[in-house]
């Protein structure tokens, strides 16, 4: 069974163009070799992966998925702050080229059902207050993103706390 999530394309920020470098430095030996630069693309909706689920992991917190962008067989790779909403797609090809996209073009990602993480109350209402109607603003503003992140940090460094007093 297969999940189809639309999203919009949309300009990155640079930062794939690095990423990718590393990542295919890490993935000579599985023959692997992706386009230096990422497609992002952002859901309206979230969806999150579970990572016992990923393909393959690297630098213990990148993820990667195998899915199809308008039926070309890519991967989405996600870290552990990664808003649910955003897609970083790599390919060995350059995906905007092939498939003749443009920014603010909708497209259909197909996910493997079985990617989905299992349904956590606490993720959805945490991306519902600091995402829904507010999707765009990760690739526009860092600051949003990384106050996200740093709220984030402080809800486990919270609920940890709570654990050992507990016990």
């Given at each position: 069974m297969?999940?189809l999530?639309?999203?919009?394309?949309?300009k990155?920020?640079?930062?794939?163009?690095?990423?990718?470098?590393?990542i295919?430095?890490?993935?000579?030996?599985?023959?692997?070799?992706?386009?230096?630069?990422?497609?992002?693309?952002?859901?309206?909706k979230?969806?999150f992966?579970d990572v016992?689920?990923?393909?393959?992991?690297?630098?213990?917190?990148?993820?990667?998925?195998?899915?199809?962008?308008?039926?070309?067989?890519?991967?989405?790779?996600?870290?552990?702050k990664?808003?649910g909403?955003?897609?970083?797609v790599?390919?060995e090809?350059y995906?905007?080229?092939?498939l003749?996209l443009k920014?603010?073009?909708?497209?259909?990602?197909?996910?493997?059902?079985?990617?989905?993480?299992?349904f956590k109350?606490?993720r959805?209402?945490?991306?519902?207050?600091?995402?829904?109607?507010?999707?765009h603003?990760?690739?526009?503003?860092?600051?949003?993103?990384k106050?996200?992140?740093?709220v984030?940090?402080?809800?486990?460094?919270?609920?940890?706390?709570?654990?050992?007093?507990?016990?």
């Amino acid at each position: 069974m297969e999940i189809l999530i639309e999203g919009k394309i949309v300009k990155g920020r640079g930062k794939g163009v690095n990423v990718v470098g590393k990542i295919n430095e890490k993935l000579e030996s599985k023959k692997i070799r992706f386009f230096q630069g990422t497609l992002n693309i952002v859901s309206t909706k979230p969806f999150f992966f579970d990572v016992d689920k990923a393909d393959f992991i690297l630098f213990k917190n990148f993820y990667f998925y195998k899915v199809k962008i308008e039926n070309v067989e890519c991967y989405v790779y996600r870290w552990l702050k990664c808003p649910g909403h955003v897609f970083e797609v790599l390919s060995e090809c350059y995906l905007k080229e092939e498939l003749k996209l443009k920014d603010n073009q909708t497209v259909s990602i197909t996910i493997c059902k079985s990617f989905r993480e299992k349904f956590k109350i606490s993720r959805y209402l945490f991306w519902w207050i600091f995402w829904e109607k507010r999707t765009h603003l990760y690739y526009k503003f860092d600051l949003y993103e990384k106050f996200v992140g740093r709220v984030i940090d402080l809800k486990y460094k919270y609920i940890k706390t709570i654990i050992v007093r507990l016990f």
